[in-house]
């Protein structure tokens, strides 16, 4: 008989920090509230449940041989005022920062990244957050694992090139029209990339 299980994975945990069986129903909020009483809260922690032994045996499979790495992007908002829509650069962002980390955050929860979407089969794994930092502009960062070393010039430029459609015109897209930021002061509609770009340029790193 197989009970379902989480496995908890990071960037910098590899291949993975644990495998917890599950005796009860699934929450995702509860089991978070419950891990982190028994372990440090790590950057990128993810929390993947499987409710069926090949999700579980897939998932260990693509973890043993994983590499991740850290894509990172400028965003810019439109901000409501009472004369009308103004548009505003990252930098112009970082009081309103952790307002839209924060909405970001409950946006991936509820519309989780589809690693599918990205059109790379080596691709098993997508993890998309605002990074704030102080004296930084807010930036997007989105992590994503391989099941691999690494993969040629050409597919990189296709991965890129489809995460910028995914943030501009589709899974991105719901975030920015759906989910307005308030901080109290004013609302902001995030975009992604840099203000006046039609495409997201993003930078590359080996975690």
């Known amino acids: 008989m197989y009970d379902p299980c989480v496995i908890i994975f990071n960037s910098s945990c590899i291949p993975l920090r644990h495998i917890v069986t599950l005796q009860s129903t699934y929450d ?8 982190y009483t028994q372990y440090h809260e790590l950057d990128d922690d993810q929390f993947v449940y499987c409710e069926s032994r090949e999700e579980r045996d897939a998932l ?3 973890l043993k041989q994983a ?17 009308g829509i103004e548009d505003l650069p990252g930098r112009l962002l970082r009081r309103a920062g952790q307002t839209i980390q924060s909405m970001f955050a409950q946006y991936v929860g509820k519309h989780p990244f589809a690693a599918s979407s990205t059109g790379n089969s080596h ?33 990189w430029n296709r991965l890129l ?3 910028s459609d995914i943030m501009i015109a589709g899974w991105g897209k719901q975030f920015t029209e759906d989910y307005p930021c308030d901080n109290g002061d004013f609302r902001y509609w995030v975009h992604f990339g840099n203000l006046g770009d039609e495409k997201v340029e993003f930078s590359v790193q080996e975690i």
């Open 28 to 35: 995702e909020a509860e089991f978070k509230q419950w891990y």
């Open 60 to 62: 260990l499979a693509h």
């Open 67 to 83: 590499r991740a790495y850290r894509l990172e992007a400028p965003i810019w908002a439109e901000k409501e005022t009472d004369d």
């Open 123 to 155: 691709v098993f794994h997508v993890h998309p957050s605002i990074r704030v930092s102080a004296g930084n502009d807010p930036q997007l960062s989105v992590v994503i694992w391989l099941d691999k070393d690494d993969i040629s010039e050409r597919e």
């Open 161 to 163: 090139d489809a995460m």
